[in-house]
């Protein structure tokens, strides 16, 4: 749970939490993010919000989405799923 501060709007402290985490390698490239239900569940807010977050992060290109499978964190250089070392190939 993070404190919210008066001066913020919800959706902007969350985002800001999820960014840093992905700075400080909590949340890796490759890897998932929370999705909606649990990231409403850990922030106390509700899935719409948490939808925005999301939302907010796909716009900026630091997480991107696979179908049926979730939200993951971005390659910075590419805005996508990390690129596949095709020298070991």
């Known amino acids: 749970m993070i404190e919210f501060r008066p001066d913020q709007l919800k959706w902007e402290a969350v985002l800001e939490e999820i960014r840093r ?5 909590e949340y890796q490239v490759g890897h998932p993010i929370p999705g909606e239900p649990r990231m409403a ?10 939808r925005r977050v999301i939302n907010e992060l796909l716009k900026a290109g630091d997480v991107y989405t696979v179908l049926g ?12 799923p990390p690129r596949r070392d095709t020298e070991d190939e």
């Open 69 to 80: 499978k979730g939200t993951f964190v971005a390659d910075p250089e590419t805005g996508g």
């Open 41 to 50: 569940e850990e922030f106390g807010i509700v899935k719409g919000t948490a």
């Open 21 to 25: 985490r992905i700075r400080t390698g």
